[in-house]
């Protein structure tokens, strides 16, 4: 028998309740901030994601899923962003309106080692506001999160914080951290080693205990950023403070990518054990302008919708349905019934029927299980009065009520 390759999930009926009231919740909230959906293709060119993650990014370096296609080579999306930004260039978004708001959700594939809240195929909800770098909108964009996580039922987050500064700053943190870590080299792990050459910030969110006690010793204070970065950062915490929120600025939060600049966040939740991040984003002013598009700020995050899931106390309790089932017996009563459930679904009453032959009682049983809030008899005697029996699962009352009534009755 086949199995699901390791790292992905069939998501069953039961579960994808709770999937679906997340994204229902997901698309109200993006509605009210005035985002609209964009839906972008699952692969894309890999050169794509090595242009603007960066070529030493651990998705880039080990976790693409890479299609060779004669002389092309395909990647299935690891994240959203860069699609975005290629989308947005390609179909001139920025030439309508020179600010956009889009929010996404979809698949999106990490070939990385599969556990609890890690898979290789993985879903998120996201957004990316394009067209400004004002602070007011990283204020809002971080809000928006919030009440997100809020309408998922899910209360213990905690908000990191940090900036990166300007590309100019980057590249201060950047020497200040090499300079820093050079004397302690023979103590970081081997990956860390060659990463104080090729990407010294990556060390910051290395897992490793003895790195992370090397990071901890480093007291970093923002120290790399200009005074336009600094004011910058400052006017983001002080609308955060001013709406409540509360966070923690983590000088050690540099985020794995190389489009971010300026404010990067992380939100994390203490009941998910070692991959902990449910979502993350930050302020890409350089990623248009990067895939050769005019220079133009944006800002987004992305939730991981599995890992969302696993945090939220919020249940797949089912609405109250509605559904009607029906039970015919006799060839005649089926074939009115096949046009009585046609008539039925027309006017909007979901509704199923038998289509197993059962006997009264089992067929019964089967409306039980089904969640039936009403069951239809229609047998021969029902058949010949023009009449059906309709059965009120919730009280067991039973009376016979004319066809041609039926649909009125029931849309009450
Ligand atoms: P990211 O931090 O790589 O950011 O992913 C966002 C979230 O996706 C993570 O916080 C986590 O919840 C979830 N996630 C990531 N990898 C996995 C995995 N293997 N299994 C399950 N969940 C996972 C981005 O992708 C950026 N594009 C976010 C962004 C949007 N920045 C700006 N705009």
Known sequence: MYKRVPGTKDILPDEVIRWQRIEEAARGIFSLYNYHEIRTPIIEEASLFNRTLGDTAEIVQKQMFLIHNREDLYALRPEGTASIARSYLENSLDKTNAF?????????????????????????IGCE?????????????????????????????????????????????SSDLKQGLQKEKGNLCPDCQTRIENNVLRILDCKNDSCRRIVERLELKNSHLCRE????????????????????????????????NRTVFEFTHPQLGSQDAIGAGGRYNNLVSELGGPDTAGIGFAFG????????KATGDQKEKKLVYLITMGDAAKKTGIKLLNRMRSSGIPCETDYL??????????????????????????????????KDMSNSEQREIGIEELTKELEC
């Open 305 to 312: 919708v599995e890992r969302l899931l696993l945090a939220s």
């Open 357 to 390: 032959n059962k006997s009264l009682k089992a067929a019964m049983r089967s409306a039980n299980d089904a969640g039936a809030r009403f069951v239809l008899i229609l047998g021969e005697d029902e058949l010949k009065k023009n009449k059906v029996s309709l």
């Open 100 to 124: 956009v708001k889009l929010y996404y959700m979809g698949p999106m594939f990490r070939l990385e080692r599969p556990q609890k809240g890690r898979l290789r195929q993985f879903h998120h």
């Open 129 to 173: 506001a394009i067209g400004s770098q004002d602070a007011a909108l990283d204020i809002e964009v971080i809000s928006l999160a919030i009440h997100l996580l809020e309408s998922f039922s899910i209360n213990d987050y905690q908000l990191k914080i940090n900036s990166l500064g300007c590309p100019s700053d980057k590249q201060r943190l």
């Open 229 to 260: 970065c600094l004011s910058h950062f400052q006017e983001v915490i002080d609308g955060l403070g001013s709406l409540d929120i509360p966070l923690k600025i983590e000088q050690q939060l540099v985020r794995g990518l190389d489009y971010y």
